[in-house]
Each structure stands twice: as structure tokens, then as C-alpha cells.
């Protein structure tokens, strides 16, 4: 029998994002709000990151790249009119009219990175593990270079700035909630045991029936959408977006997150995102008062060293605690419905 | 019971940084009658020695005037961003809101001060860039200021003196796409070379090294004795590394704060780059006013080394600032002191007058300089 557990805690998250969110945009200062909004950010990249990397096994570096996407797609559609030919003075004539609201830009950002997903998936996804990784490294580098050259569009190195500043908590909120949520109801879905059935044997997940490719590429277009997503939220929330900011750095942090949190626990990828991003925050004090700087990522590093020495599977492993499932403790291809 | 262990311990590590952290910030926080200036800039990653060099310079300029004219004692408060635009804005925040700062100065490039324009006109606080100088900065941004010339001014230098001093009709420019102060200078030094008549070759400096020396190669068959060279040393050393291979030895010309970075960093490959000029701020040859003397005194002292330009451009920044907030009857006062700061007025100095206008753009003499076996030397001082 399926335990009702998740259904109320996931009410009991959207009652407490709702009061959350709220309570804090109306008491917290601005420096407050944009570390909430950053952690918001990480969790829905952390848990996006999840499906592609935890549920279906495909080691992908190019999570930024989708993120990219959908922070320039987002920032382009929603650009204010008048600063356009200031800012964009060569931009294509097609897309000097075209402006949306903040909402279904990020739709269509999302959508965008998820097209571009597909369509990067037909060649990449024949590849496994190392070389899967090389190859989204390959197209990180590619979406930045393009990114780059492409001046009339996105201004080069320089990037798109002074964009609205639409992101506010009950936005990240929002997309938070979405996020896990479609990514929780993927993961104890036929789907989700087909991803990780792939990611545990493929060729025997291929002889019971499963699609391989079509597996796998769902997973990266799940990914890529909520990257693409959480692209036009941060490019919103911070005002710009740039080349420079959608790095391999960004890749291992994200990384780090779903490895520390458990590949294939959202649970994990949740919880390492608030700690990993508050932890960075809380050493700046000390950063600024002994002066030694990078400290952060110093320790994040031995965190993970630590975290791979002692329990490679992460957190939480694969599965849910138990306080979140009800009865389900470890999901695998096998159990559950 | 491991993994409870585990995490147990991993939660009562991160419980006790936290704690110890913030906890320091909240003393910090309450102590005495201060000025508070906020500092952003990289600090550590691998601009690091970028940031800790301008550190010195303001660490310095603070030696020199440690209170206000009131009395009150300033307080300088850092915050590392890597030059990444996401941690600027982060530290921004805490700054102006955590911190109360009265004012910052911003030390990184042209993209992150950018990437903060619209939450400074927000916060309503003044910022000083004092390394970034690209002419957006200024532009719409009627809260951030910048010390140096921009890169308009600085790449049309470089152009009309390779026209009309060295007399050259061709010029090959190296492009390093990926960073937007090496693709403005490098337009805008085409831009004004084509409109006197001379041609330029483009070749990218972001194709590897194969690449390029096969670019350098094609460079050296039509015959081009000057390339402009808008970009980071490190890019510099690879094109002298290269051209020390072949028997090409065209005139490279740069732009400011390279030769800072080649003695800072590449000390033993400046026989490389012999003859190199470039523009820049400052010069060595140059006999300093009395407050260059004074702060070239103090920084030896203190840090036992001449210090180099991004020293200088700390030190500057940090003493136009401090004299912004003086003129201030309430030195909290965000407005106030950006206001002062736009309406500096011959402020004397490392080597002569800085202006601010009205519009954040400053006002303040170009130098040539070439690398004279290892050691910088002027060439020509443009005003």
C-alpha cells in the first residue's frame, strides 16, 4: 500500500513556503532575501541536476549551459523596450518587438534550454560516463563561446545587464515547490524506476522493455527545463547575466551538492543545497576578519573529500528518509509498486 | 550508526563555523564611533593578486589619513567577490545592509561593476570603481563612479600614437573574445585606426597556441611590425613565448595595468617583452607630487616593496573617497558623498590632478610606457 506520507509533507511544503516566503520579504533586509532567493535557486538546480545525474545515471557537466539558455532567453524576452536599442542597438529585427511578462518568459526559457536538451541528447547521450562527461563539458564551452561571439544578441562578454529585478522569494518559492514536486512524482513513477533501472544495468533494463534513449533524454530535458528556469530567476535576481558566470565552477558546485545530498535523493539535493550556500555566506565573517579568503570553498572541498571517503553514496543514498516517505526506506527498480 | 555519526558530525562542524562567524560579525558590528567603507574585490581565485595588490594601496592610503577630519576613525570592511559577478552582488548587500558601509570601493572588472549598476542606483550607494574601465560603467549609473580614464579615451590614445608618432599604416590586434575589456579596446582602437586611414588585421588569441603562432606567422608574411595587444599578461607571455620561436619581433603595444601584471607576476619572462608599451596611469619615471612621495614612503615601509599601479590606484581611490566623505556635513550620508565624489576637482595624486565629473567619469593624465630592459620607463605623458 502507498503511504500518504509524501502527500502531507508536501502540503505541509507549500504551507510553509507560502508563510515562509512572506513572513520573510516582509521582515528580512535585502541581503537576507537574496541569500533566501540564492538557495532557492541552488535547490531547484541541485534537485533538477538529481534526474539527470541521480535518477538516470548520466554524468552531466552541462547544467550550467542549460541554465545559461534560459537566463538569456528570459532576460532577452523581458528586456525593457526602451533600453533596447541602447543596449542591443544590432539586435535582429524579428526580435526587437518581442517582450513578455516575467512568468511566461521563464516558461519559455525553460522550454528553450529543454528544446536545446533534445536535440543535444540525440549525439551526447550515446556516450556513458567519462565521455558523457567530456561531452557536456564540450557543450558548456560551446554555449559559452557562442554566448561570447554572439554581440549582437548578448553583448559578448560584457552580457546583458540591467535587466528587471523580477526574482523576489515567492518567486523561487514557487518554482521550488514545482521543482520537487514534478521531480518527486518522476522519481516514484514507472519512469523513474525505468531512469533507474537504466542507471543501474542498462543493457538489462534494455532487454525488459526499457527505451534507453528516450529514458535518458527525458531525464536531461527535465533537467534542462528547470536549469533553464532557475537561469531566469537568478538572471532576474541579480540583475545581469553573463558568459563568465555560467562556468565549470558552477557545474562542480552544483555537482557537490547532489553528490554530498545523495545521488538520487531529493531529499539529499535539498538539504545540501540550503547547507552548502548559507555555509558560503557564514564564512564571510570569518573570511573578513582573519582575511583569509576562499575559505568557503576550502572547506566545501574537504567537505567532499570527506563526504567520498566515508560515504560515497551521499546523505541520504538514493532513497527518501524515512520520515518523508512513510514506508519507504530505499527505492529501487524492484520495490514500491 | 556510522552515517548518523557522520552526519552528526558534519552538523556540529558547520553549527560551530557558522556560529563562530557570525558571531565575530555581530561584535564587529557594534563597536565604536566609525566610518565604515566597504571593499569588494577579488580576493582570492586566480585574480587574487589583483585584489590583495589594491588592498595594499588602500590599506596604505588609510596609514596616511587614519580618521576623518572629525575625528571619526575609518573602517574598512572586505569582501572577496573572484570576480565573479553573483559573489559582488552578494557582498553589495551585506555591506549596505548588514554592515550600514557609508560607501565602496570596487576593485574588479568591467563586467561585475556592471552587474551591479542597477542594485547600487537602488541601495542608493556611492561606488567607486577604481580598476574597471570600461565607458558603460558611467553611463545610466548615476552611482558609480570610476577613477581611471575609460576605454574609449585610453584605446583612441594608443591608436593616434602608433599613427602618427610611429608612423605605422598597418597594425595587427589580438582579441581575446571572452573578455569584455580586451573586445572593446581592440573595436574601438580599430574603429579610430581605420578613421585615419590605416588597417587593421584581427586575430584571436582564444584558439590555442598552435593557432595562434600560425596566426603570428601570417601576421609576419604581410608585413606588420605593431600588434596591439589588449589583454591579460598571461596571454602576453604566450604571444612573446611564441614570437621568441620565429625571427618576427614586431612593437607590441598594451593596454593599462598589463605591465603592473607582468612585474607582478611574470618577473622572470620580462626580457620577453622588451620594448613593449603600453598605456597606463602611472609611470615610474615620472618624479611623484608630494602625496605620490609620501605614499611610496609608507608603502615601503609597510609592505617593504615599491608597490605597483594597482597599489597606486587603491591608494587614489581610497584618499578621492575619504575626501568625498569629508566635504560631507553628515558623513553617512550616501548621497552626500556620491555627490562630492562626482564633483572632485583637481585632486593632487600619485603623479598629478584627477577631475571627477558630474557624470562619474574621471578627468586625469595618460601615460605610454615601454618595458626598458626590465624596468618600466616613460615614453609620453598625454593629458
Known sequence: ?337 | MKTYSLLFIIFIASVSVLATGCEKAKREAVTGDSVKIGVIGPMSGSDEEWGQSCLEGIKTALKLQPTLDNGSLIKIIVEDDQNQSILAQKALLKLVEDDDVSSIIIMSSSEVVLALAELAKRLKTPIFAVTSTHPDITENNSYISQLLFDDHFQASVASLYVRDELLAERVGVVIDKTNTHSEYLARQFISKFASTGGTCIEISANNGDEELLASLEFLQVQKINFLYVPLEAEHVVTIAQLLHQTDYHPVMIGSDGLQAMMLLQYQEELYLVNGMLATDPYSSTISPTDYGERMQRLFQKSFSTPGTVLAAQGAEGTSIMLSAINRCPEQSDRSCINQMLRSTRDFVGFLGKISIDENGKAERPIFINTVDNSKLRSVVKVY
Not at chain 1, 565521455?131 to 554555449?143: E, N, P, Q, S, W
Request: charged share 10%; with cysteine; proline share 4%.
Open chain 1, 1 to 337: 500500500m502507498e503511504s500518504n506520507r509524501p502527500r502531507y509533507c508536501l502540503g505541509l511544503l507549500i504551507m510553509f513556503m507560502v508563510v515562509f516566503s512572506l513572513g520573510i520579504e516582509r521582515t528580512a533586509n535585502d541581503y537576507i532575501l537574496a541569500i533566501v532567493s540564492f538557495t532557492g535557486i541552488n535547490i531547484i538546480l541541485a534537485v533538477s541536476l538529481n534526474v539527470t545525474n541521480g535518477f538516470a545515471g548520466l554524468f552531466s557537466l552541462g547544467h550550467p549551459a542549460f541554465m545559461a539558455i534560459g537566463g538569456y532567453t528570459t532576460a532577452l524576452l523581458t528586456f525593457s523596450m526602451e533600453k533596447k536599442p541602447l543596449f542591443l542597438p544590432d539586435l535582429p529585427q524579428w526580435l526587437i518587438p518581442v517582450h513578455l511578462p516575467f512568468f511566461p518568459a521563464l516558461l519559455v526559457g525553460g522550454c528553450f534550454a529543454a528544446l536545446v536538451a533534445q536535440i543535444v541528447g540525440i549525439s551526447v547521450l550515446r556516450l556513458k560516463g567519462h565521455y558523457l562527461a567530456v561531452a557536456t563539458m564540450g557543450f558548456l564551452i560551446i554555449v559559452q563561446v557562442l554566448l561570447n561571439n554572439a554581440n549582437s544578441i548578448t553583448r559578448g562578454p560584457l552580457g546583458l545587464n540591467g535587466l528587471e529585478e523580477f526574482t523576489n522569494v515567492s518567486w523561487v518559492a514557487g518554482w521550488v515547490v514545482v521543482t520537487i514536486y514534478t521531480c518527486w512524482k518522476i522519481k516514484f513513477s514507472s519512469l523513474g524506476r525505468s531512469m533507474l533501472a537504466v542507471k543501474e544495468d542498462s543493457m538489462a533494463a534494455n532487454s525488459l522493455g526499457v527505451d534507453l534513449f528516450y529514458t535518458r533524454n527525458f531525464a536531461l530535458t527535465v533537467g534542462a527545463f528547470f536549469a533553464g528556469v532557475a537561469g531566469g530567476l537568478w538572471g532576474h535576481l541579480i540583475t545581469a547575466v553573463t558568459p563568465g558566470s555560467f562556468s565549470l565552477i558552477m557545474s562542480f558546485n552544483i555537482i557537490v551538492m547532489v553528490v554530498v545530498g545523495g545521488t538520487g535523493s531529493i531529499t539529499g539535493s535539498v538539504t545540501a543545497a540550503i547547507i552548502f550556500t548559507l555555509a558560503i555566506e557564514c564564512f564571510r565573517p570569518l573570511e573578513e576578519n582573519f582575511g583569509i579568503y576562499g575559505v568557503g570553498e576550502i572547506v566545501i572541498s574537504l567537505v567532499l573529500i570527506l563526504i567520498l571517503i566515508f560515504k560515497p553514496s551521499g546523505m541520504f543514498g538514493t532513497g527518501e528518509p524515512k520520515f518523508v516517505t512513510g514506508k519507504y526506506k530505499q527505492l529501487s527498480p524492484t520495490n514500491g509498486k
